[in-house]
C-alpha cells in the first residue's frame, strides 16, 4: 500500500495560479491527480507513468503540469490561469496499470487537498 498525503490547496482568485503537490512512500508504474467537485462525479486531471508519459483532462487545455521530484519522493501539479470551475477536491493516486485518468486503475489514494477558485 502507498501512503500519499496531499498539501498546497487554498483559496485562489480566478485567473490565479496553485501549486499541489503530494509526499508519496513509493513511485509506482502510474501517478495522477483526481478531482471532485460536490455533486459531480470524480474526473481525471492528469497522470505520469514511470517512463514520464503525461496525460491531462481535456478541460485542462495546457494550464496544468504534472511533474515529480525525485529528490524529495513528491508528485507535483502546478496549475494556472484557474477557473470558478476548478474548484473541487484534489487528490493523488497511485496505480499499477497502464497510465491514465481511469480512477479504476488507481489502487491508492491520498485525503485530498482543497481547492477554490472564487473572486
Known amino acids: 500500500q502507498v501512503h500519499l498525503v496531499e498539501s498546497g490547496g487554498g483559496s485562489v482568485q480566478p485567473g490565479g495560479s496553485l501549486t499541489l503537490s503530494c509526499a508519496v512512500s513509493a513511485y509506482t508504474r502510474c501517478m495522477g491527480w483526481f478531482r471532485q467537485a460536490p455533486g459531480t462525479d470524480r474526473e481525471g486531471v492528469a497522470s505520469m507513468s514511470s517512463g514520464g508519459s503525461t496525460y491531462y483532462g481535456e478541460f485542462v487545455r495546457g494550464r496544468f503540469t504534472i511533474s515529480k521530484d525525485n529528490s524529495k519522493n513528491t508528485l507535483v501539479l502546478r496549475m494556472s490561469s484557474l477557473k470558478p470551475e476548478d474548484t473541487a477536491m484534489y487528490y493523488c493516486?497511485?496505480?499499477?496499470?497502464?497510465?491514465?485518468?481511469?480512477?479504476?486503475?488507481?489502487?491508492?489514494w491520498g485525503q485530498g487537498t482543497r481547492v477554490t477558485v472564487d473572486s
Open positions: 493516486a497511485a496505480g499499477v496499470r497502464s497510465c491514465g485518468l481511469n480512477g479504476q486503475d488507481f489502487i491508492s
